[in-house]
């Protein structure tokens, strides 16, 4: 019985940190974790393959449908295939973020990855990331968590980041596609970026990463629930 294996959900928006603390924090617990916005990167990256257009709904559906996504776990860092082919790093890059936000508003493509991600609930338990973890996917899970940092911030973060891996980016550049994505996640039609009304919201903002991780472990009364 799925249902009675525990979840963290932690949503927030691009930047706020959920995939690093989700990570540590089912690490700790030695729990399963879910990137969901890889599934969505994964089905913009296979639809660049295919050259489709991004306006094409029912192509983007039917791409959905058609792409295989699976996350190798055995080495240091999860690894995503996308129809048998490393896409890892190519799904971290900022055009298979915004493909991703973009055709995450589409409703058919929503639904079609509702149950690869239900998938994921498996003992001894499941951390779940993304944008509506706590509110379409896993209402009912024990604890919540929004995440939030200021745009600035998350800007900064996803800067060091990229200078790390050698990506030539400006600040200015990228404020502005975080601010993009903020609004096209947190405006679209169904199930837009918003926490969930019993998620216990965290400002990052000024706060370390262990600080952080400890803060969401705080909220679960027993580590081993
Ligand atoms: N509390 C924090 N303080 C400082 N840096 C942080 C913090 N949390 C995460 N970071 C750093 O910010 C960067 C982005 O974090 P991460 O990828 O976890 O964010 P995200 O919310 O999952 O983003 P996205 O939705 O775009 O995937 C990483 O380099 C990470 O190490
Ligand atoms: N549960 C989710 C996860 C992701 N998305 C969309 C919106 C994001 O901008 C994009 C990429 O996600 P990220 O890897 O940055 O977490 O995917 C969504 O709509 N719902």
Redesign the pocket.
């Known amino acids: 019985m799925t249902a009675t294996v525990p979840v963290l959900t932690i949503d927030?928006?691009?930047?706020?940190?959920?995939?690093?603390?989700?990570?540590a924090v089912a690490q700790q617990l030695g729990w399963h974790y879910l990137?969901s916005?890889a599934l969505y990167r994964a089905v913009g990256v296979a639809a660049g393959w295919a050259d489709l257009d991004l306006d094409d709904g029912g192509a983007l559906v039917r791409c959905t449908f058609d792409t295989t996504i699976a996350f190798d776990e055995s080495g240091d860092e999860l690894r995503v295939l996308v129809n048998g082919h490393d896409a890892t790093d190519e799904l971290?890059t900022e055009t298979a973020?915004a493909a991703a936000s973009a055709i995450a508003a589409i409703p058919e493509v929503r639904a079609a990855l509702k149950d690869r991600q239900r998938a994921f609930r498996v003992a001894p338990g499941l951390v779940a990331?993304g944008r509506d973890m706590g509110t379409v996917i896993f209402p009912d899970a024990g604890w919540k968590v929004f995440?939030t940092?200021s745009a600035e911030?998350?800007a900064d973060?996803?800067y060091?980041?990229l200078k790390?891996k050698g990506v030539s980016v400006t600040m200015d550049g990228l404020l502005r596609e975080i601010l993009a994505?903020d609004a096209r996640d947190a405006n679209r039609a169904v199930a837009p970026l918003r926490p969930a009304e019993d998620a216990v919201r965290i400002d990052?903002t000024g706060?370390?990463?262990e600080?952080?991780v400890e803060r969401v472990l705080a909220l679960l009364p027993a580590r081993n629930v």
């Open positions: 927030g928006p691009s930047g706020s940190g959920k995939g690093t603390i989700s990570r990137d916005g971290r973020g990331d995440l940092a911030e998350r973060r996803r060091k980041q790390n994505r990052t706060q370390g990463i600080a952080v």
